[in-house]
C-alpha cells in the first residue's frame, strides 16, 4: 500500500513535465478597438479589407484576436464616448476611421497604440509630430485627399473644358475636409475655375446647398473627402444628376455609388495597409518609430451611366487613363 501511494503522485509528476508549456500557459488573445466616423455600410468596403489583411497576417476573429467596432455616421457628438469606450478595454491597439475618430481617441489615451486610416493631413490634425517620425502613440496611412485636388480639378477641366463655375462640396466641421476646400484655390486660379463653397455639416442641409449652387451659377460640383459626405455618397449623387451638375470625388466608392468621376487611393490598399501597421504594432514596434505611409496607387473610376443621365459624353483621352468604368 505504502508503495502505491509513493508512485501515484510522482506518475503525476512525471506527466505533467511531459505536456508541452504552450499547452499548459494558453496565447493571450489580442485586442483591437476599432472607431470609424463614418457609417458601417459606408465603412464597409475598407473594413473587409483590413480583416482580410489581418487573416493574411494569420490573425483569425475570435480565435487569436478580438475587434471591438463602433461606427457613428451621423456626427461626431458621440466620439468622445466612443472613445472612451473602447480605451477603458484596454485593447492591445486602437484603430481610428477618419481624421475626428483618430482625434477622438489620441484625446481619450496617450498610451494605447493608434493606428489611423482616412487621415488627410495627420500633423496638422495634431496626431503625429511627423510623417517620417511621429513620435507619440499614434501612426497610419495618410490618403492624400488634400495633395490630390490639383489632379482632381485637371481632369474635371479635361472632361469639361467650358466648365467655369465649380461648386466644392466640404464640412468645415470636418479636419480632413477643409485641407481639401482650402487647396483647391491655387490649382483652380490656375485652370481658370471659380469656386462656389458649399458648406454642409448636417445631413437635411444637402438639398438646400445644392439648390442653391445651381442658382448661383455652378454647372458642376467637386465633393471632398469628408465623413458626412462618406455616409451619404448616394444621395450626394442624385442630388448632383438631379440639378445636373457633373460630379468628381475623391474615392472609387463614390463613382460606384453614383459620382460621374472619382479619383483617389483605393479603399483596399488602404485597408490592407492598416492591417499591416496593427500587425507590427501588435509584433512589440512602437507608433512613434513607424513612419505615415502615404499611398503609391491611385484610381480613377468614371461612371458611364450618370454621364448618360446628364447628357455628356467622357472625352476619349480622359476614358483613356480610367481605372474602372462603370457601364
Same mark, same amino acid.
Request: charged share 20%; proline share 7%; glycine share 8%.
Given at each position: ?43 464597409a468596403?475598407?473594413?473587409e ?8 497576417l ?12 463602433? !461606427? ?17 478595454? &484596454? ?34 490634425a ?15 496611412i ?5 495633395? #490630390?485636388?490639383? &489632379? ?12 467655369s !463655375? ?16 482650402r487647396d ?10 471659380? #469656386? ?17 449652387a ?8 467637386? =465633393? ?7 455616409s ?21 466608392d ?17 485597408? &490592407?495597409?492598416?492591417?499591416?501597421y496593427?500587425d &507590427?504594432? #501588435? ?10 505611409e502615404?499611398p503609391?496607387?491611385?484610381?480613377? =473610376?468614371?461612371?458611364? !451611366? ?22
Open positions: 500500500m505504502m508503495r502505491q501511494i509513493f508512485w501515484i503522485p510522482l506518475c503525476a509528476l512525471l506527466l505533467a513535465l511531459s505536456v508541452p508549456v504552450d499547452a499548459q500557459q494558453p496565447k493571450k488573445i489580442l485586442r483591437v478597438g476599432y472607431l470609424a466616423a463614418v457609417s458601417a455600410a459606408a465603412d468596403p475598407r473594413l479589407a483590413f480583416r482580410q489583411g489581418l487573416r493574411d494569420g490573425y483569425i476573429e475570435g480565435q487569436n484576436i478580438l475587434i471591438e467596432y463602433r !461606427h457613428e455616421g451621423g456626427g461626431f457628438a458621440r466620439l468622445p464616448e466612443l472613445a472612451a469606450e473602447l480605451v477603458g478595454q &484596454k485593447p492591445d491597439v486602437l484603430v481610428t476611421v477618419t481624421t475626428n475618430a483618430a482625434q477622438a481617441v489620441k484625446k481619450a489615451t496617450t498610451t494605447i497604440p493608434i493606428v489611423f486610416m482616412g487621415v488627410t493631413d495627420p500633423v496638422t495634431g496626431l503625429v509630430e511627423g510623417l517620417a517620425r511621429p513620435g507619440g502613440n499614434a501612426t497610419g495618410t490618403n492624400m485627399a488634400a495633395i #490630390l485636388t490639383s &489632379k482632381r480639378l485637371e481632369l474635371l477641366k479635361e472632361t469639361l473644358p467650358t466648365v !463655375h465649380l461648386a466644392v462640396l466640404w464640412d468645415p466641421q470636418a479636419p480632413g475636409s477643409v485641407p481639401q476646400w483647391s484655390q491655387l490649382p483652380a486660379r490656375e485652370l481658370g475655375l471659380q #469656386l462656389y463653397s458649399m458648406e454642409v455639416s448636417n445631413v437635411d442641409k444637402y438639398e438646400e446647398a445644392f439648390k442653391e445651381v442658382e448661383a451659377g455652378n454647372t458642376a460640383v467637386w =465633393v471632398t473627402l469628408n465623413p458626412l459626405a462618406n451619404n455618397q448616394k444621395k450626394i449623387a442624385n442630388l448632383a444628376i438631379n440639378n445636373g451638375l457633373p460630379s468628381i470625388c475623391a474615392r472609387s463614390y463613382s460606384e455609388n453614383g459620382c460621374m468621376m472619382a479619383y483617389g487611393p483605393g479603399y483596399g490598399i488602404e485597408g &490592407k495597409d492598416g492591417a499591416r496593427v &507590427k504594432i #501588435l509584433k512589440g514596434a512602437k507608433p512613434a518609430d513607424i513612419p505615415v502615404q503609391m496607387r491611385f484610381e480613377l =473610376v468614371i461612371n458611364l !451611366h450618370t454621364a448618360k443621365k446628364l447628357g455628356l459624353t467622357i472625352p476619349p483621352s480622359v476614358l483613356f487613363q480610367a481605372d474602372k468604368v462603370i457601364q
